[in-house]
């Protein structure tokens, strides 16, 4: 299957899963290329991730994220385009 590039954007709305958020992330750490946490005034802190795997991989990564109570997560995923020089 082919690999796809995209990201991630977690938005913590409460602390009380971030445990188990990155255990799921360090699990998933095969397909991460780069991550970026933002603590907010607000208390509602942000993490961004780059990704680089096939739709089935990161889609593991979305799911388990996404049935974490507190958590939002949204994804975007760039189709795989060959350029000609």
Do not use: W
Not at 6 to 23: F, K, M, S
């Amino acid at each position: 299957m082919e690999k796809r590039i995209g990201t991630v954007l977690i938005q913590i709305e409460n602390r009380e899963n971030v445990a188990l958020l990155n255990d799921i992330i360090s699990r998933h750490s095969q397909i991460i290329i780069g991550r970026q946490g933002l603590p907010r005034s607000n208390g509602k802190n942000i993490i961004s991730l780059i990704l680089e795997g096939t739709t089935d991989e990161i889609g593991s990564l979305t799911g388990q994220l996404g049935r974490l109570q507190g958590i939002d997560v949204k994804s975007v995923l760039l189709k795989n385009k060959e350029y000609e020089m």
